[in-house]
């Protein structure tokens, strides 16, 4: 047991070979404590002489609490200067990179400490509130180490079979709320969201795929994407040997709502006024969505009968066959079955006698034709995506919405991007 006052302090405090100066201990005030580096005087970094003393310069850092307070490392760093006449290196301050790095306002430990609080999507506020300081401090700490360690975690993004995008609402800013979009980048086969670049256009994630090797991207067999011509756009310039998959969730979601588009039509054209509680075709509406395996014998008749009182020309019964069938092609397991099937399905629906709805559904299924049915090789899909985006989501509800990309980034990465945490305590930040 160490029993020498002196030395229990250092041994507390634990960064080494530094003297406890002493502490100042304020009530409702940080516990601050004043430390100094223990070490020789240093050679001159440019012309190999002694430096002279300059003084002391305190630089107060946030540190972890201590015994359940916040905490402060007053740090008397030293000062020194080259005595030689014209040496270019002037004054220098002392710096230990494992107290704090340079121009920091946390020491390392609780730089460190922080950004895995982030990693666990806790709120910034909340783990600068234990820390008794600003919400920024914590923040640029954050966006320091979180970079670090994105960057130094060369590993994390490793050969991709299968590569999604998918678009995520990063949140709202400016006077009009606009919505702000971003782009997630999974590896679709293991689940593993790779980056996330800025916007929904073309742009973010073309440059983001043109900036890998090329070995890399050509490892890349299949491309998901929801059905959106800018992703589509950024697959053909930057891996186009790679083949299209359009996501099953996004194909069948186009029926979903092609049959609520007809049914909301029918319900203006046959009562003049939108879904009221009573009315057959919304009660009907949740039953329409439901896939048909899980409508009960009872849901069923009840959904005939509120059909044959709401839908006088049988356009809500056409689009829910559309629906139907539409989700009946990921039943099918031959690839070439698959595809006729597609390509029927894209050509019946545009028959003039359809509604509108259901020809636009048709031209769409026709334009994706080829994508929606390299599934049926491909077997992938974007649910790592979505899942990807719903781990974002909990990091956005911490956060309130994001409006600095940036921010966003480095916080959805280091949560739901498994960055390889060990490396954290071996990197020094720039
Ligand atoms: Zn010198």
Redesign the pocket.
Known sequence: MECDPTRVCERLVGLGDVEVLGIDDEPGEPLRVHIRRRMSRPG??????L?WSNGEREVELVDLPAFGRPARLVWHKRRWR?P?QG???GAVTEQDREIAPPREKLTARAGRWATRQAGRARPVDEVAAELGCSWHRVNASVRRWGSALLDADTERISDVEALGLDETLMGRRGRFKDKAWSTSIVDVGCGQLLDIVPGRTAKAPTEWLLGRPRGWLDEIRWAVLDLSGPYQAAFDTAIPDARQVADPFHVVRLGNDALDEVRRRVQQQTLGHRGHKHDPLYRARKLLVSASENITDSGRVRLRGLLDAGDPYGEVRDAWHAKETLRGIYDIDNAEVGAATVNQLASDLQDPGLPPELNRLGRTIWRWRAQIANWHTARVTNAATEAANNLIKRVKRAAFGFTNFANYRIRALLYAGKPNWALLDTLTPP
Do not use: R
């Not at 001159?44 to 002489?49: F, T, W």
């Open positions: 001159c970094e440019v012309c190999g002489g430096l080259c030689l040496c270019p290196a």
